[in-house]
């Protein structure tokens, strides 16, 4: 039997006295496509910073295809193949995307920066940077400075950055934050095409978006799971529409 791709059992973490992460139980299968909403408070970044290693659990593990990563920081759990992007993103302003993205590929690979120096592996290097580009439908903009992109192009550049990890779970923590409308729907088909070998767990505001991606939602309210379902599911149900949708019928 495959082990899930992230799995979280009774995790728990407190403030004080004060329960932000409150007996979180998830799975997400190999090649998930998840998302997890929930209103302003409801403890989302959290336990996104508790699956990644910023914040340990007050109680309860984390597991990374079957292997316990409780005690595991940050960086030990990026080379175990769990990569994140962010609300805000960060990026290298004055490098081009083929620098940024070959920078990150060659963090990987071991070389750093000796990815620009006229010997080495940087032949290889530039030529995944450069695959991953034309993945993520930044090609057209390889050799522009990345403070020269629309916002939505950079979100896109963050997510190369990721990817450049090679990572069998991707957090998307809010990559249509701060996106115009039009951006952020390239931004999600692009998105959709990603490898199926790769498990996503996203946690964004934007409904629309959010139906349209996801299989599977996780629906936080107070730091607990209220319901886990299909997005079918999940849209109609009355606690659901009290709690964070709203009485606006949504549609899908």
């Known amino acids: 039997m495959t082990a899930p791709a992230l799995h979280t059992r009774n995790l728990v973490k407190t403030f004080g006295g004060f329960t932000a992460t409150d007996d979180v139980s998830l799975t997400l299968a190999p090649g998930a496509r998840h998302a997890l909403i929930g209103p302003n408070g409801a403890g989302k970044t959290t336990l996104v910073n508790l699956l990644t290693g910023v914040l340990a659990p007050t109680a309860g593990a984390v597991f990374l295809a079957g292997e316990d990563v409780t005690g595991l920081g940050q ?15 960060r990026l290298f302003a004055d490098l081009t995307v083929l620098e940024s993205v070959a920078l990150a590929v060659g963090e990987r690979r071991g ?10 592996a940087q032949g290889e290097v530039l030529d995944e940077a450069a695959r991953l580009i034309e993945t993520l439908r930044l090609a057209d903009v390889a050799h522009r400075r990345t403070r020269d992109l ?15 990890v090679r990572p069998r779970v991707l957090l998307l923590d809010e990559p249509a934050a701060g996106v115009p409308t039009r951006e952020s ?21 934007d409904m629309d978006l959010v139906f349209r991606f996801a299989e599977r939602i996780s629906v936080l309210v107070s730091g607990a799971v209220l319901l886990e379902d299909t997005p079918d599911v999940v849209a109609t149900h009355p606690l659901v529409r009290e709690v964070y949708l709203g009485e606006a019928t949504h549609h899908a």
């Not at 070389?111 to 080495?120: A, H, K, L, T």
């Not at 629309?150 to 450049?164: D, F, K, P, S, T």
């Not at 729907?185 to 505001?205: C, G, N, Q, S, W």
Request: net charge positive; no cysteine; proline share 3%.
């Open 185 to 205: 729907r390239a931004l999600f088909e692009t998105l959709a095409e990603l490898p199926r070998d790769m498990t996503i767990l996203l946690i964004e505001h």
């Open 111 to 120: 070389v750093g920066w000796r990815v620009w120096s006229p010997v080495g």
């Open 75 to 89: 960086h030990r759990r990026v080379r175990r193949g769990l990569a994140r992007t962010f609300q805000i993103n």
């Open 150 to 164: 629309a916002y939505g192009r950079q979100r896109l550049i963050e997510i190369a950055l990721a990817l450049a």
